[in-house]
């Protein structure tokens, strides 16, 4: 029975031997969790006269906040950008096994793609609770109206919440499309919002849009997305520094996949890269960057220096496509044909990269290894800065009293979780 009736029916659960992630480092002391929320544990003594109904040794294992990614295109075989009769089974897929990974959120990204594509699949939004990988505790909830497609479902370990679409294009430079199809770009004309709508049929639960800020009309677009609560990011571009400020005094946020699809760093026009150190950016403001630290997209001594540069900025993103999770051979990303040679994901025919098959703990430990940062940078990478991207970090990315912790009823560890993986990076 719950030992502290006066307050609350619900029984009290007490993590003990644990490191748990709090204030940017990793700290020794028991978690209290009751009815999903994280208790302080003065208050519960003193206040509440309040005891554990149940306690779970960790056996010093780290209690983190769930990973959020914000750009994975797919995986186990399902494409987000192919409309499918089944969309939502789709996306509960990859939700469920994304799991195992350590991510509790994620935004399914749509590439550039025909209207109908995105009439069709656009958008979602799942909100679900989870534990998973080296005792992560989180939990995803907001409620919002979805298309037919994809119902709202919440659940324990049914799969990790969607906090929105992000729609990567079409409005992007034909010079770094990279993989995205050129017959599908689009421009911004007379009226940049008109052509957004027209392109996507809605922006309802759509959290971020990716595009190039030197496109005409850009700016106008930038702010009223931003006023519309949408995260954008600066990507597949050929814009300047002075484009990129520009875009970030009307909103703009984010950088996609940092390097990669945009002008290399030049010592007289640093480019979008120059967003790391820009002293244009407007005060309390922070410009975040995504990093696919899979071993592929970024050399190691790249990574470092964008740490270096800017840590807080930092985002971990897998960028992964269908063929996450499964064999080489040939999948899709989009109208495109994708092929799978070792690690690399290959628009096929060609040697251009499309997305990646790395999973965010492969990620996260990549990071760690290449940057030689504190496992607390590397954590929060992946948790507390894509949560302050989003703006959510007052119940995300944290473990903070009174922050999201997760039933406690559906905590567990994976059975295919690596221990040599927990040793070695989180000891």
């Known amino acids: ?56 040794d960790c056996e010093g294992l780290i209690i983190a906040p769930g990973f959020i990614d914000v750009q994975i295109n797919g995986g186990y075989g399902i494409d987000f950008s192919q409309a499918t009769d089944d969309v939502r089974g789709g996306i509960a897929l990859v939700a469920k096994k994304i799991l195992e990974h350590g991510v509790t959120s994620f935004l399914p990204t749509l590439v550039t793609s025909p209207p109908d594509i995105y009439h069709k699949v656009c958008p979602t939004s799942i909100f679900l609770l989870t534990h998973q990988h080296l005792l992560f505790l989180a939990i995803v909830s907001l409620t919002v109206n979805v ?15 969607v906090l929105g679409f992000h729609l990567e294009g079409p409005f992007i430079s034909l ?27 809605t922006l309802d639960n759509v959290a971020m849009v990716t595009l190039a800020p030197e496109l005409p009309n850009s700016q106008s677009v930038v702010r009223e997305l931003t006023q519309r609560g949408i995260t954008v990011s ?50 309390g403001r922070t410009v975040f960057y995504g990093m696919i630290a899979d071993g592929i997209h970024t050399n190691p001594a790249a990574l470092r220096i964008a740490h270096r540069a800017h840590p807080t900025g930092l985002v971990l993103v897998t960028d992964a496509i269908a063929a996450m999770g499964l064999p080489p051979g040939r999948h899709t990303l989009g109208q495109q044909v994708i092929e799978i040679q070792g690690l690399h994901a290959y628009v096929a025919g060609t040697k251009t990269l499309c997305g990646s098959i790395a999973t965010m703990d492969m990620c996260v430990r990549h990071f760690k290894q290449a940057s030689g940062c504190r496992v607390e940078e590397a954590l929060e990478a992946a948790s507390l800065h894509p949560a302050q991207l989003l703006g959510i970090s007052h119940a995300k990315g944290i473990l903070d009293y009174g922050g999201d912790a997760g039933e406690t009823q559906n905590i567990q560890q994976f059975p295919n979780l690596d221990l040599i993986f927990l040793i070695q990076i989180f000891s």
């Open 175 to 201: 010079e770094k499309k990279g993989a995205h199809p050129e017959q599908h770009l689009r421009s911004f004309l007379s009226d940049g919002m008109s052509d957004l709508i027209e392109t996507y049929g």
């Open 147 to 161: 298309l037919p497609e994809v119902k709202v479902h919440s659940g324990g370990m049914e799969g990790a919440g």
């Open 1 to 56: 029975m719950p030992s502290n009736k006066s307050v609350s029916d619900a029984p009290i659960t007490q993590f003990v031997n644990c490191r748990i992630l709090r204030e940017h480092k990793l700290q020794r002391e028991d978690l209290w969790v009751r009815e999903g929320k994280i208790l302080d544990p003065e208050k519960l003594f003193f206040d509440e006269k309040g005891s554990a109904d149940q306690r779970v």
């Open 234 to 283: 600066l990507g597949h571009s050929v814009a300047n520094l002075s484009q990129a400020e520009d875009a970030v005094r009307y909103g703009a946020s984010f950088i996609t996949h940092l390097f990669n699809a945009m002008l290399p760093f030049h010592h007289r026009d640093p480019g979008i890269v120059g967003l790391l150190t820009s002293d244009q950016v407007p005060q």
